[in-house]
């Protein structure tokens, strides 16, 4: 028998967000009940439970909360608060648990294709976001303003040199807008992340890959070359691959441009890696942006927080894109998140060890893979990916997409230990049953 869940890593997580969209603890914060709180250390201390709520079959709130914790939501609470809470408007009421049948239309399904974390947020940030969903009806303008200034002394640089968007897309997106144009393009890795060059090519400006290193490093000597003017780009660790492009490979980057090239590095995943940041050289680089995220390490994916560094001429003409307002719940989230720094280090071994882990067992079936640095494994299978990718998604286990250039190679997601043990019994099975060969 194992722990019963605490109420903010389950309940509210999946019956709840299953039940209303959103969780228990936002519904009751915002009610401003007093015994919120309450409820949500409670699951940190009762006994033990030997089944989890079979959702998304019928079960109704009182099953739910008992099979977690022993008690009824009613105990916890009391009467009135429990009168107060509103119905699920998709899930039937049940009058005793139900327990999910063990078939296939309702085995778990496990996602290891987005490098989302598994952990999720940090209990104080989801705390966070629901307190500041009480006041949702009003805009939080001091409460963005109190995330960009703590970003900014994070980094050491001025308030107005950090622009904040809901998600590091949104300025990856404007960056490539605003410094992109018919004679001026984009250059990037290949493989590498495709939103810049979506957002290339729908304003029709051009694009120029150049391929990766051997190692896995971005070449950063052509892609000087690629660019007399426009933007050149540089996720780094980059993605798909994970790996890295040295430092020293970077300021190169920035002292070979040319005067009309703009440079954004991208540093998603730049907190699983051993990697100096690029943000110490934005005050003497004027064409330099830096953007990151909250999505990755933090855990915050769903709530869409990024943001770009960069001098303030860099950030106005990314300004002169369309509005980026940032939600409330995601700032609140962000701000208690960036208190909590010194917990990312645990989150950043458990991912490398399950990273080191699967590099090993792909390599004792001749297997190799990208020496990734980043949340994410890149594996030559061998054979053509896109069958092995469809065979793993038909026994629910699901991972990242092959890439036209490199049409044998797969990305995996370093999700928690019982995911990845089910990520290698379905991936031993699929290999078994597919033959090694190449991709026509």
Partial sequence: MSAAPGISEYVQKDYFRHAYGTSLAQHLLALRMPRAQELLDA??????????????HPINLSAAVTRCFGRTLKSILGDRSCRALPAPPNVPAMTEPHAAPASAADRREIFLNLNESPFGLFDEAEAAAAHALADAGRYQFPLVERLRDAIAA???VPADWVSLYPGSNRALHYATLAFTAPDAPLVLASPGYPVCEQAARLASRPV?????????AHDVAAMCEAAPRGLIYVA????????????DALRRLLSGRRPGATVLV???????SDEPSMLDAVPTNPGLIVARTFSKIYGMAGLRLGYAVAQPDTIARIHSMPPHDVPAPAAAAALASLALRDRLGERKAYTAAGRDDLIRWFATRGLACMPSR??????????????????????GVHVGRSWPDMPNWMRITIGARDEMTALK????????????????
């Fill in 236 to 247: 780094n660790p980059n993605n798909p691959t994970g790996t890295v492009t040295p430092h």
């Fill in 43 to 56: 699951g940190n201390q009762v006994a033990e439970t030997t089944n989890r709520v079979g959702y998304p």
């Fill in 266 to 272: 991208d540093e998603a995943y730049i907190e699983y």
């Fill in 425 to 440: 019994e379905a991936l031993a099975h699929v290999l078994a049953e597919s033959p090694a060969r190449n991709a026509a």
């Fill in 208 to 216: 120029r890959h150049v391929p990766l290193r051997a190692d896995g």
């Fill in 374 to 395: 980043a949340n994410c494994v890149m594996v030559d299978l061998g054979r053509a990916g896109l069958p092995v990718i469809a065979a793993l998604a038909a026994r």
């Fill in 154 to 156: 994070m980094h050491g």
